[in-house]
């Protein structure tokens, strides 16, 4: 299987990041793509693909204009508001610090602080001098993969960085600030597909994912993830959440709790492939977290080294053309082994 990457993903390298509270080290790092891409190559999956330029229009097809413009921004505005630092959200218009009953939106402060709140989910997701660079990168892997498997290649990787399944229609956050995965699924509705199902494997739930086609039963959404009882983004993932209006039925959750491995995480994938199997799309685009191996530094699962060779095989059994889009995964130095894993064993 061909490989898409772009260098630009070397331009969001944040220094820290919130997480539970306190300051640490980013763990959503540039060495991340750089260890997957070493692996593809040591392993011979496939040619190398650069990506082609596609602009900002398949941007615009999942995410709203005024949440676009302040991406492009944000730096500069941050800049001129004196920080030279990270720039991170730390107040947020919680419906009280809103006037009772007006939508989400009405006013946004047209500072950078009050626009962060408004547009972010967390106080774990850095902007920087170059995350636009490598935002706009990251959708032009997804992009130049979509129209390889468009065009009748059985398989191809975006390897995207950073990643994208947090980010919904008009938020950024969970490391995410566009949704590759989302924006490649509308791309070959576009481009004539009928209907689109999206896996997701990540470690988290794939809140952002989930919105952007909540209402819709064109694109088939699952995703297998720690129980947000327990586990980040802590407010969606639940079982009960199954679509609204014409996307009832079409929004599949299974949450799985701490300490879940290979068994019990196979019965689900499982459950996923039998529903992608009835609902018959054109094509499957997984967005392909690492960040269930048992050694992740941020997550709860206990997948090994083998298992994802194993999630390869079972994928690959929905004979489908199949777009993987990297998504997560924090225990670097094993995260080329994972992931080729994955790929190598969709491949056989
Ligand atoms: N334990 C992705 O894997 N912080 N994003 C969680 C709570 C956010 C992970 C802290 C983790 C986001 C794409
Ligand atoms: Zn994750």
Redesign the pocket.
Known sequence: MRTVYSEDHRQHDANM?L??GKLVKA??MPRRADIVLDRVRHQKLGEIVTPQRFGLAPILRVHDEGFVTFLRDAWNDWLKSGRDFDALPHVWPVPGLTVPGRKRGSRISKSIDGKMGHYAI?A??PITAGTWTAITGAVDVAMTGQKLVASGERAVFALCR?????AGSDFY????FFNNAAIAAQAFLDAGAKRVAILDV???HGNGTQEIFYSRDDVLTISLHSDPDQ????YLGYADEIGQGAGEGYHLNLPLPWGTAWASYEAALQQAMARIRQYGPDVLVVSL?L?TFEHDP??RFKLTHDDYLRMGEVIAKADLPTLFVF????AVEALGVNTVNVLSGFDQ
């Open positions: 990041e997480i539970e763990h959503e967390d774990g997701t950073p990643p994208g399944h947090h956050g969970g490391y995410c990540d470690y988290h586990e980040f983004p802590y977290g960040d941020i997550s998504e997560g995964g924090y």
